[in-house]
């Protein structure tokens, strides 16, 4: 029986998380069921110990964890975890199927250098790459951690006053997420709730109270269900085994934050640009600004 080896790599957060998963290949006709199975034997066993021998199961999955608090230098701790991980499981780099990431939303810089590394190491490699929604790994935490959340709305503090949210409903028929509302960027007190009873994933609650609106009716709050390499690596193993992985060259960040703000001094500068003659020369060169202030990070934080 052949088995899967999958990388997960999250920097969207000011953890640096790198997961490996090992699991055999079921037959093709029990795939999605012993999936779930096996969710549950590495369920209890990652949250213990975060690193999982082999069970007695032929389909348990092998999983090894490093998830560090790095702040702004995840950056530099990824590859080293990378390598301590594969030299801890015994497993050579190149039996690699495929390498999933954290695709955001998150801190900017966070999902470049996740995205960049996956990238790199996918066209090394010769595998594809496996983009998760960071919102969709706080949805597929919740559950792991709580397996009645089959309706989370996930929402994370995005700086700036605003919060990323998506709200997902879990599919028993396809064994995965559904999207109900895609990944949006709103004022806390603009996220809408969920029809009927649901877990409110994600620190935005944490963040912003009862300023965030789907607070008063959540079923259940789930603060500690945030983006982190083992819910990804999971996720990612559904996706590959439903043939949603891509090429390496395909992998991009997925920012939501259509425009970034400007720092507060480029602020002041526009604001009294407006009140000199030339304002209305300079609004072309403030968009450019704006947009080039991407290379910045203001994608949001955990706590």
């Not at 497993?91 to 998150?106: D, E, M, Q, T, Y």
């Not at 397996?147 to 028929?173: G, N, Q």
């Not at 806390?188 to 789907?214: I, K, M, S």
């Not at 259940?220 to 819910?231: E, K, M, T, V």
Request: charged share 20%; with cysteine; glycine share 8%.
């Amino acid at each position: 029986m052949t088995e899967t080896v999958l990388l997960a790599l999250d920097t969207s957060t000011e953890f640096c998380s790198v997961a490996l998963l090992a699991v055999a290949n079921p037959p093709a006709s029990s795939s999605a069921r012993s999936l779930a199975s096996s969710d549950a034997h590495a369920r209890a066993a990652a949250l213990s110990s975060g690193a999982l021998p082999s069970g007695d199961a032929p389909d348990e999955p092998r999983v090894w964890l490093r998830h560090e608090a790095t702040g702004a230098v995840s950056s530099t701790r990824l590859l080293p975890a990378i390598r301590e991980l594969f030299d801890e499981a015994g497993v050579p780099l190149h039996a690699c199927s495929a390498i999933a990431f954290g695709a955001g939303p998150g801190s900017f810089t966070g999902l470049r250098t996740a995205t960049g590394v996956a990238q790199g190491l996918a066209f090394g490699l010769g595998c594809p790459v496996v983009p998760i929604g960071t919102l969709v790994a706080c949805a597929e935490s919740a559950r792991r951690r709580d397996p009645s959340a089959t309706r989370v709305l996930a929402a994370l503090d995005a700086r700036m006053d605003e919060v990323y949210w998506a709200d997902y409903a879990w599919d028993d028929a396809l064994q995965d997420w559904r999207t109900v509302r895609a990944a949006a960027l709103d004022a806390p007190e603009r996220v809408e709730a969920p029809d009927g009873p649901y877990t409110l994933a994600g620190n935005a609650a944490a963040v912003f109270g009862e300023r965030l609106a789907v607070v008063a009716g959540a079923r259940s709050i789930d603060g500690a269900a945030l983006p982190h390499a083992l819910p990804i690596a999971f996720a990612a193993l559904r996706a590959w085994r439903a043939g949603r992985a891509v090429p390496a060259d395909q992998a991009a960040p997925d920012y939501v934050r259509d425009k970034v703000a400007l720092t507060t001094a480029e602020r002041l500068a526009a604001k009294a640009a407006q009140h000199t003659p030339a304002a209305s020369a300079s609004a072309a060169p403030a968009a450019d600004r704006e947009r080039a202030a991407a290379s910045g990070d203001t994608g949001g934080r955990t706590r």
